[in-house]
């Protein structure tokens, strides 16, 4: 059902009142063109402890996609790009026109900024570039390639004085990058780019080092003060205090539906490397819930809890009512008109 975002919110409110999750109603599509990338971060890991450079998937075509998303639309007209790196992917901008075609009403692409170029650029509603550190000597260490940080924050410069697409930098935070997060969010604030950060993890656990850090708290807490300052902080008050102690939450996972490379649906989540079925060989995505989960409901009771924004920050904001509103609140006061970010 391709209800407003607002009443689908509203309908997953009310079945977790009742203990209920459903994987109807998602709030957006959340599409991995590639698992490849031009970068091999240190921190990358996509939930099994591999990288996902060193991920084998089959890469759909356009028409493959094509026939994807048009399922897709039924359910929801938000389309969430990335991969790996969405831009080594080859047809990238004819996904997204395709996507536009089909009736896609808000397009966002996560990427590294180093293949951005003006016509995807234009393309896209939404860019989150990554960026965790200004020192570019580091920077290019902990992403093992030279010259690609200054090649990003002038890309983030250049970006930040366009009023569209909606712009936000997003860090990882490692145990030796804490005062380098805080100085990509001081940098934020001084540009007026809207900013997020959250925890490495390895499989489904914050990296060592970080749990007890009291330097990591401290961040966190700087981050918490910039939102309440007015500061373009994309993730609740709610996700901030949370992720500061690595509090344990009940996660819904599929408030966004999730589509690997090779047309595999993901179920129940990224970090648990599982599928409830392949779409190009059965279009249905809600007979591939419902035949993974046994129906319109399901459990998840893996205990883990990774601290992703993703699924703890969504998670929150249908379990907590109040902090949704004081969220919607706060963007409404503090992002400009025609800003727009879906995260």
Known sequence: MNAPLWLKFQIHQFLWAFGYRTFRFPGAIYVY??????LQ???????SGRKFPDLSAVEL??????????????????????GGEPLVYPHTLEVIRIA?????????????GLLLGDEITEAVDALIVSLDSLDREKSDKMWNRQGATDHVIK?????????????????????DNIEDVEAVL?????????????????KTYAVKGLRRNAKYRDL??????????????????????????FRPFKCHPLLVWRIKPDGELVFPC?????????????????????????????????????PLSCYMDTSYMIQRPLGLLREGLYRLRTFSHGHRLIY
């Open 33 to 38: 063109l590639t698992f490849r990338c031009n």
């Open 41 to 47: 971060c240190s921190y990358c890991d996509n939930g």
């Open 61 to 82: 075509s356009p028409a493959e996609w094509e026939k994807i998303l048009q399922g897709m639309i039924r359910y929801s007209d938000v389309l969430l790009l990335s």
């Open 100 to 112: 536009r075609r089909i009736g896609f009403k808000f397009i966002s692409l996560n990427t590294n």
């Open 155 to 175: 890309t983030i410069e250049r970006l930040s004085r366009r009023r569209n697409p909606s712009l936000m930098v997003n860090s990882v935070i490692l145990p």
């Open 186 to 202: 001081n940098f934020c604030g001084r540009n007026g780019i809207a900013f997020s950060a959250g925890p490495a993890l390895e």
């Open 220 to 245: 966190m807490e700087k981050i918490l003060a910039a939102k309440m300052a007015g500061q373009r902080i994309a993730a609740t008050v709610d996700y901030l205090k949370a992720v500061a102690k």
């Open 270 to 306: 990224s970090r648990k490397n599982s599928g409830a079925g392949n779409l190009i060989q059965n279009a249905d995505p809600v007979q591939l819930f419902q035949m993974a989960s046994g129906g319109n409901f399901f459990e998840v009771n893996c205990g883990e809890n990774c």
